[in-house]
T-cell receptor
Framework: EPEVTQTPSHQVTQMGQEVILRCVPISNHLYFYWYRQILGQKVEFLVSFYNNEISEKSEIFDDQFSVERPDGSNFTLKIRSTKLEDSAMYFC???????????????FGSGTRLTVV | KQEVTQIPAALSVPEGENLVLNCSFTDSAIYNLQWFRQDPGKGLTSLLL?????REQTSGRLNASLDKSSGRSTLYIAASQPGDSATYLCAVSPYGGATNKLIFGTGTLLAVQP
């Protein structure tokens, strides 16, 4: 069964450093997402990406965050200057089109646990 | 603003028991509702997707129902097994917004005792 692949599974970084979280969505999917889950809290939407641009972003997704789909297969989330409160599990998800998650739901990756020290 | 609540927060049952997990949402304007399973420190595995026009979906020992007008969904697990132990999350895809983001509940932590 096709999978969404995320790397690395765990990353430790120092406060103020830049990190890039990587995702390979399912190849025929058209909609891409990042979510995060702070330990003990709900899974929260960060950003959606469709047709090579951001479609929607939450209040959490401020200027410190950016996303890219550089080569047609990878989908990355960059945090420019990490803060302690960025420590969380980050999930990548994708959905096929047309209609995307409205009809097909989501497939999530296994997540990257980011620890900022 | 859409809010999703799951009851109970935690549940412990002996192996073999049938059980029901509950999910409620405040706004019935949704495209669909999806149930996920999350193992400790792991990703989200999709279990069942119910479109807003559907009443239920079944997969193996799992059955999910949706009553959109009352803002409720249930996940029924038959003949529970220790391998079913995990956190179960429900999430709705609300109308509005550009790309059908999911709003998640807080989850139900299930422990099935052998």
């Amino acid at each position: 069964e096709p999978e969404v692949t995320q790397t690395p599974s765990h990353q430790v970084t120092q406060m103020g450093q830049e990190v890039i979280l990587r995702c390979v969505p399912i190849s025929n999917h058209l909609y891409f997402y990042w979510y995060r889950q702070i330990l003990g809290q709900k899974v929260e939407f960060l950003v959606s990406f469709y047709n090579n641009e951001i479609s929607e972003k939450s209040e959490i997704f401020d200027d410190q965050f950016s996303v890219e789909r550089p080569d047609g297969s990878n989908f990355t989330l960059k945090i420019r200057s990490t803060k302690l409160e960025d420590s969380a599990m980050y999930f990548c998800a994708s959905s096929e089109g047309p209609g995307g998650p409205r009809y097909y739901g989501y497939t999530f990756g296994s997540g990257t646990r980011l620890t900022v020290v | 603003k859409q809010e999703v609540t799951q009851i109970p927060a935690a549940l412990s049952v002996p192996e073999g028991e049938n059980l029901v997990l509950n999910c409620s949402f405040t706004d019935s304007a949704i495209y669909n509702l999806q149930w996920f399973r999350q193992d400790p420190g792991k990703g989200l595995t999709s279990l069942l997707l119910i479109q807003s026009s559907q009443r239920e979906q079944t997969s193996g020992r799992l059955n999910a129902s949706l009553d959109k007008s009352s803002g409720r969904s249930t996940l029924y697990i038959a003949a529970s097994q220790p391998g079913d132990s995990a956190t179960y999350l429900c999430a709705v895809s609300p109308y509005g917004g550009a790309t059908n983001k999911l709003i998640f509940g807080t989850g139900t932590l299930l422990a099935v005792q052998p």
